[in-house]
T-cell receptor, first 111, second 114 residues
Framework: QKEVEQDPGPLSVPEGAIVSLNCTYS??????FMWYRQYSRKGPELLMY??SSGNKEDGRFTAQVDKSSKYISLFIRDSQPSDSATYLC???????????WGAGTKLIIKP | GAVVSQHPSWVICKSGTSVKIECRSL??????MFWYRQFPKQSLMLMAT?????????EQGVEKDKFLINHASLTLSTLTVTSAHPEDSSFYIC??????????FGPGTRLTVL
């Protein structure tokens, strides 16, 4: 079993829809949770950064962490074609910076 | 957010040659830099972690003599792929972290070995 599980998709939704992306993990020591967006042939771009449990909102993006269920989510409201990319979750225990990555979910927003 | 640059953005080389990739943090001091490789449609694989002024820590299965990492300063790390072969063709991405736990990624370098 991988430490971090993420459905690779692709996930295809119409423009304007609410998108829900998820990751599950097995290591209860993880404290830092991140979502990255990666366009084709580009480096990942940090979208959301959350410490411990709870919600964090930034514009159209909301990140949720449920440590009791070992489950994190990224919601995108009013999705746009420009949101089409691969979304990677990553997490770490914090002390040594090493990030453990999900496989990435390819998201396609259809105009 | 912080800016990390990589150079070159792409390189094509002949088998047996060595290639150097530079990673720079442009507006902050990076105490730790990371090197990843990514194959098509796959996630990032951490190759090594380097701290300024000390030897890099390599992940299991990564040959340290083949992938030479030098973290010369708080703003510069280099990855040299020595005696490159076609199987080394990949997308190499660096990231840099300062005093916080956030990693900022470079745009990546696409290496093609003929």
């Amino acid at each position: 079993q991988k430490e971090v599980e993420q459905d690779p998709g692709p996930l295809s939704v119409p423009e304007g829809a609410i998108v829900s992306l998820n990751c599950t993990y097995s290591n209860s020591a993880f404290q830092y949770f991140m979502w990255y967006r990666q366009y084709s042939r580009k480096g990942p771009e940090l979208l959301m950064y959350t410490y411990s449990s709870g919600n964090k909102e930034d514009g159209r993006f909301t990140a949720q962490v449920d440590k009791s269920s070992k489950y994190i989510s990224l919601f995108i409201r009013d999705s746009q074609p420009s949101d089409s990319a691969t979304y990677l979750c990553a997490m770490s225990a914090g002390s040594n910076y090493q990030l453990i990555w999900g496989a990435g979910t390819k998201l396609i927003i259809k105009p | 957010g912080a800016v990390v640059s990589q150079h070159p953005s792409w390189v094509i080389c002949k088998s047996g040659t060595s290639v150097k990739i530079e990673c720079r943090s442009l507006d902050f001091q990076a105490t730790t830099m990371f090197w990843y490789r990514q194959f098509p449609k796959q996630s990032l694989m951490l190759m090594a972690t380097s701290n300024e002024g000390s030897k890099a820590t390599y992940e299991q299965g990564v040959e340290k003599d083949k992938f030479l990492i030098n973290h010369a300063s708080l703003t510069l790390s280099t990855l040299t792929v020595t005696s490159a072969h076609p199987e080394d063709s990949s997308f190499y991405i660096c990231s840099a972290a300062g005093i916080s736990n956030e990693q900022f990624f470079g745009p990546g370098t696409r290496l093609t070995v003929l």
